[in-house]
């Protein structure tokens, strides 16, 4: 049986039913097996390294914000001391804490170590996913190389997507632009679209629930996934603005410490700068603003995976190598946390009202 788009998605489980009953062949159930000790393995580095790197942020925030208020300690203390040696002890003391706290930020700014913590995360578990799909290709039985080349390729999607290695391999951080993520392999589209007119049954499919899938895809691009991007890029400018006011206002501090006692600004610039840089660094990284970015990028990938599901299945017009209508339909229907009849009613109130003054999202689930 042709295997269609849907079948490579990280949320779809592709219940399909095997033509023939010729016995499997053991090299395929052998490969299959290899694969699935691999992605068995890659579910259990990226849940170590998601809990490393979720360390890295609770320690290092934990760290530099301890070091900034000791220094804006230390330039309050060098301005009330006497000139002499506590007067430069401190002042030196506050100088330093403030560099490396203007260093260390810096680097922890450009990694966003909460980010990377919620990328392993989805990682994790969407290799758990393609795990089940994996076992439940082998109970169902008789698989063929097909499948093999769809899991490898599944495999290698997810490892593009979510990289292990910093070095050389992160993703952007702060993008140009907020595009959904995509983490399953992308295959061209057919342009044939629809049943044809003498082709109204077929593998659960009809001509009427062609409509109401085109009607909820409608509303999906039309609502939850570009208020996804939206919000996406909301935060997304609100990191880049934390992540260089924390820096910034680390260095004016360091630059007031090292002129205390020389201008009265010097030490209110080592003091308030000191407090400030505390603040904005508890709210970018306490509050987790680079792993919230990456919540709405991967919810956004969600839906746009969601549309493609449904538009191949659409746009192939042999119902025969489609997936079973009835079947997609409960997926959905499960994937946006709607009963079936609240699924129809969604279709019908978006096509009454030809897409325009529905406010109604199409998931409930998130």
């Not at 699935?36 to 609770?58: L, T």
């Not at 170590?113 to 290799?127: V, Y």
């Not at 997810?158 to 993520?181: C, H, I, N, Q, W």
């Amino acid at each position: 049986m042709e295997k269609d788009a849907i079948s490579t998605s990280g949320i779809n489980t592709n219940t399909c039913v095997r033509q023939g009953t010729d016995a499997s062949d053991p090299t395929v159930i052998a490969k299959l097996y290899a694969i699935m000790e691999a992605v068995a393995d890659r579910v259990e580095m990226h849940k170590n390294i998601g809990e490393q790197r979720d360390n890295w942020n609770n320690l290092l925030l934990t760290s530099i914000n301890g070091i900034t208020l000791t220094a804006s300690t230390m330039c309050g203390l060098a301005a009330i001391s006497d000139s002499g040696a506590p007067h430069a002890t401190f002042k030196i003391s506050s100088t330093i804490l403030y560099l490396a706290a203007t260093f260390m930020l810096a680097i922890m700014n450009t990694i966003q170590p909460s980010q990377l913590a919620e990328e392993q995360r989805n990682a994790s578990r969407l290799f758990k996913q393609l795990q089940a799909r994996i076992q439940t290709m082998l109970a169902i039985g008789n698989p063929t190389i097909s499948d093999v080349n769809e899991a490898l390729e599944n495999v290698l999607a997810l490892d593009r997507t979510y990289p292990l290695p910093l070095l050389g391999a992160m993703l952007e951080k702060f993008p140009s632009t907020v595009k959904p993520a995509v983490w399953w392999p992308q295959k061209k589209q057919k342009k044939v679209k629809g049943l044809g007119r003498n082709m109204d049954i077929g593998n659960g499919w009809n001509r009427k629930m062609e409509d109401e899938m085109r009607e909820i895809v409608g509303v999906l691009k039309r609502k939850d996934k570009e208020d996804y991007l939206r919000l996406g890029e909301v935060a997304l400018k609100v990191n880049k603005l934390l992540a260089i006011s924390g820096p910034l206002l680390t260095g004016l501090a360091a630059m007031g410490s090292a002129f205390v006692g020389t201008n009265p600004l010097a030490v209110i610039m080592g003091v308030v700068g000191g407090a400030l840089a505390s603040v904005v660094n508890a709210m970018e990284h306490g509050g987790q603003v680079g792993m919230v970015f990456e919540m709405y990028r991967s919810n956004a990938g969600f839906f746009k995976l969601m549309e493609e599901t449904i538009e191949s299945n659409i746009n192939e017009r042999d119902v025969r190598t489609r997936e079973n209508g009835k079947m997609l339909e409960i997926k959905v229907a499960l994937q946006l946390g709607r009963s079936l009849s609240d699924l129809k009613n969604l279709a019908a109130s978006s096509s009454l009202s030809n897409g325009e003054a529905t406010e109604e999202f199409a998931s409930k689930l998130f």
